[in-house]
T-cell receptor, first 117, second 113 residues
Framework: NAGVTQTPKFQVLKTGQSMTLQCAQDMNHNSMYWYRQDPGMGLRLIYY???????DKGEVPNGYNVSRLNKREFSLRLESAAPSQTSVYFC????????????????FGNGTRLTVT | QQQVKQSPQSLIVQKGGISIINCAYE??????FPWYQQFPGKGPALLIAIRPDVSEKKEGRFTISFNKSAKQFSLHIMDSQPGDSATYFC????????????FGTGTRLTIIP
């Protein structure tokens, strides 16, 4: 049981390049999320998908787009990378629609470390 | 606006000691307070969580203490072990409406032998 799988694990981009971060979960979860983690700032929500077919902005959506391809997969796209997007990106999923409750915790992948030069 | 304030940013504790991490929140609508544990190179994972109708929840060596009137909650790790060295995040959410899980800024805990 793999849980939440993110690819790639590491990526270096030049300013202005584009890329897509991939995420897949095998737990039949309804909701999926993209967070970024930066030192001293905790985990900040970029976008989320409360259920298949829906996506919504989180706290820091600027410069990103997402696609909920199907129930398993949720991708994050950087159209024109900027140095400010250097971060560790985490995908997560939870069983119920909407956000985690005491019966539906977030399950995180192991992250993608992105450097934009 | 930081809705959940976490302290300290880093903490070093001797093996066998008690590690204490504190969080304070502003939104009185929050009604679920989880703690996530993150090891280096891994994603966070749920460690323990509490609802505001109880003042304390204990799971093994990990205890959450909750003070509703002060809008504060804390994680206590008893008999801290080197394997507890990790980054800990507190979080909070309201289950009413479409609220989002809000994380604290994290505490890097190091347990020294």
């Amino acid at each position: 049981n793999a849980g939440v799988t993110q690819t790639p694990k590491f990526q270096v981009l030049k300013t202005g390049q584009s890329m897509t971060l991939q995420c897949a979960q095998d737990m039949n979860h309804n909701s999926m999320y993209w967070y970024r983690q930066d030192p001293g700032m905790g985990l900040r929500l970029i976008y989320y998908s409360a259920s298949e077919g829906t996506t919504d902005k989180g706290e820091v959506p600027n410069g990103y787009n997402v696609s909920r391809l199907n129930k398993r997969e949720f991708s994050l796209r950087l159209e024109s990378a900027a140095p400010s997007q250097t971060s560790v990106y985490f995908c997560a999923s939870s069983e119920r629609e909407g956000f985690s409750s005491y019966n539906s915790p977030l399950h995180f992948g192991n992250g993608t470390r992105l450097t934009v030069t | 606006q930081q809705q959940v304030k976490q302290s300290p940013q880093s903490l070093i504790v001797q093996k066998g000691g008690i590690s204490i991490i504190n969080c304070a929140y502003e939104n009185t609508a929050f009604d679920y307070f989880p703690w996530y544990q993150q090891f280096p190179g891994k994603g966070p994972a749920l460690l323990i969580a509490i609802r505001p109708d109880v003042s304390e929840k204990k799971e093994g060596r990990f205890t959450i203490s909750f003070n509703k009137s002060a809008k504060q909650f804390s994680l206590h790790i008893m008999d801290s072990q080197p394997g507890d060295s990790a980054t800990y995040f507190c979080a909070a959410i309201s289950n009413f409406g479409n609220e989002k899980l809000t994380f604290g800024t994290g505490t890097r805990l190091t347990i020294i032998p």
